[in-house]
């Protein structure tokens, strides 16, 4: 096949020779850009859509166990409340303790690798972050025990079956305020925009039952899943008895309205387009700017 000889005198036009330039864009140029590009797109679905989050304590033994990851949705509640049964990560109030305390390195790498992680999601949780079931909410009446040594929610005794044997506090010892070390405590009327959240471990969480319930507006997300160790990788799921339990007892009062989304000039559903485009043109030679306006023509 013969080659085509460019005809004497030409000269492409400014925007074909400046695709021409971009194609011949070396790998080590256009690598940084793709990893800028990545590392916004990782921050941002953190920040909007989904986080990993770091289990550093045994208070939901055996559904999470220490070190297990789980992905936490942060949409879900913009669209609702969170539901009983729902696992679900949240900040807790000034009456909440930490439950896990540990000495935190404050060396410059240290903290640089605190902040690189916590951007991206896979730091460890601060110290106000917590992770519980709901059990109650606004409007809803929950004590124990009822004589089967259940928790009761409006006077039913609801049948748990991730609670593990022996994973629940003493049946026989007295309530003491300001303490989860009894399995007993008198009945609580979840307030308005408010709900009552319990670990699955009894004998050591420290939840709802001296701590007190949680504004639904501190919830940060739902925990839909364990990603890690991968040999743990499992949906959390709403039991089967709080799905029954929600189908014949509905919410006694209404919840708070709906947390609105965060509003802003740079939203997720408006980065994340634009990203996207600087990657495509960075790929195919053509400006995001010039792409739009053919698109438009």
């Not at 096949?1 to 864009?25: D, F, H």
């Not at 240290?110 to 991206?120: E, S």
């Not at 040999?231 to 709906?258: E, M, S």
């Amino acid at each position: 096949m013969r080659s085509v000889e460019p005809m004497e005198g030409y000269r492409p036009s400014r925007r074909r020779r400046g695709v021409i330039r971009r194609k011949e864009m070396p790998l080590w140029q256009e690598l940084p850009l793709l990893l800028v590009v990545a590392f916004c797109l990782a921050v941002l679905i953190r920040t909007f859509l989904v986080q990993a989050f770091y289990i550093p304590s045994g208070s939901m033994e055996n559904t999470l166990l220490i070190q297990d990851r789980v992905l936490v949705n942060k949409v879900v509640y913009d669209m609702r409340d969170p539901l009983r049964g729902e696992i679900v990560v949240f900040r807790g109030t000034d009456d909440w303790a930490p439950e896990v305390t540990e000495t935190v390195s404050n060396t410059f790498l240290a903290k640089l690798g605190r902040t690189i992680g916590d951007l991206v999601g896979v730091s460890r949780p601060g110290e106000r972050d917590f992770i519980k079931r709901v059990i109650g909410l606004p409007g809803d009446k929950v004590a124990c025990c009822d004589d089967q040594g259940r928790i009761t929610v409006n006077g039913i005794g609801i049948d748990e079956p991730y609670i593990a044997e022996g994973f629940n506090s003493d049946l026989n010892q007295p309530p003491i305020a300001g303490q989860c070390t009894s399995r007993r405590f008198t009945e609580v009327t979840v307030p308005a925009g408010q709900m009552f959240v319990m670990g699955d471990h009894r004998s050591v969480s420290q939840d709802a039952r001296c701590q007190g319930p949680v504004p639904i507006e501190n919830v940060i997300g739902r925990a839909f899943v364990v990603v890690w160790p991968s040999d743990r990788f499992t949906n959390l799921t709403v039991p089967d008895v709080w799905k029954q339990f929600a189908a014949d007892h509905p919410t006694a009062a209404a919840g708070p309205a709906v947390r609105p989304r965060a509003e802003g000039p740079m939203v997720a559903t408006e980065v994340l387009p634009l990203l996207l485009g600087v990657v495509l043109s960075a790929r195919s030679g053509m400006s995001f700017v010039t792409r739009r306006r053919r698109l438009r023509a």
